[in-house]
């Protein structure tokens, strides 16, 4: 998204406050963010990232999406276009990578050849953002980095309790805070309006969550295959206590209700019943899960 109202555009349509991409001085050089329906559930999980080099040139910002969504995301940016000086356009020349904590201390502080280079602004256990040129090699960018695969990614990410794309984030169904947007500095509770905003400043004014997504273990094999998204979690004593989103393996990801978090819980397959655990990830804030 690139022309001189390309923050004040994508502002109306965030939760973050996307003016701090085009703001003078220490600017970041990415942001997590919700795009959001009216009724305030989730349309799309995004990172954006600063390309201008200074508050003084055009504004250039790189949103990055779940691939599946890249031409809905496309048309829901132009419906709200209208008359904005904005450019949106997809960029097949450029390549993403994550990479995942090792020896930090190991890590350029700046990588040369990388168009853009910066900390994961989701949570510090997610690591860095690598956006180059298709082609390049991270392994010549980062020396003594190793290349896994988008395996490795996901599995790191369900064990830290990450959600990310339309699978952890169903469109039209996930709530924004239920899904830690919050501890993820995915928004702003002091910009003003955007799609979405009533419901989600209701809910954090409130200040009761009683569900949020949470990593799970399941055991391994698992009986009958992968466990069906939307899959019912219930306690030992038959209690609902939430719905199973997306795994690989024997990881995943659930909407669990926080008061059964500490219990036995399982799910009923064809092939017989799952237990699976649940954990509060390390990285949340203190005292979070209450």
């Excluded at 779940?66 to 390549?95: A, G």
Aim: with cysteine; hydrophobic share 40%.
């Amino acid at each position: 998204v690139r022309g001189a109202e390309a923050a004040a555009f994508l502002q109306g349509l965030l939760t973050n406050d996307v003016t701090q991409l085009v703001a003078a001085g220490d600017a970041p050089a990415a942001l997590y963010a919700h795009a959001l329906n009216a009724q305030g559930r989730c349309l799309y999980d995004v990172i954006l990232y600063r390309l201008h080099e200074s508050s003084a040139e055009e504004p250039h910002i790189l949103l990055e999406c779940d691939s599946s969504v890249l031409d809905s995301i496309q048309k829901h940016l132009r419906l709200y276009k209208i008359r904005r000086k904005v450019t949106i356009t997809p960029c097949p020349e450029l390549s993403l990578w994550a990479v995942i904590p090792g020896d930090a201390s190991a890590l350029p502080k700046r990588a040369e050849q990388a168009l853009l280079f910066t900390p994961d602004p989701r949570a510090e256990v997610m690591g860095w953002r690598l956006i180059a040129k298709k082609g390049a090699s991270p392994s010549e960018i980062i020396p003594g980095s190793q290349i896994g695969d988008v395996q490795d990614y996901h599995r790191h990410r369900y064990t830290q309790g990450i959600p990310e794309g339309v699978q952890d984030l169903p469109p039209g169904v996930a709530l924004p805070l239920e899904s830690n947007l919050a501890f993820m500095n995915g928004i702003s509770f002091t910009k003003g309006c955007y799609i979405g905003q009533e419901l989600t400043a209701r809910t954090h004014h409130m200040g009761v969550i009683r569900k949020r997504l949470l990593p799970v273990r399941l055991p391994e094999p698992l009986p009958g295959g992968s466990i069906p998204a939307g899959a019912d979690i219930v306690t030992a004593a038959g209690k609902r206590a939430g719905r199973f989103r997306a795994g690989l393996g024997e990881l995943g990801i659930a909407l669990l209700r926080l008061a059964h978090l500490n219990e036995p819980l399982c799910i009923a397959l064809a092939a017989g019943s799952v237990s699976l655990s649940a954990c509060t990830p390390r990285w949340w804030p203190q005292g979070a899960a209450k």
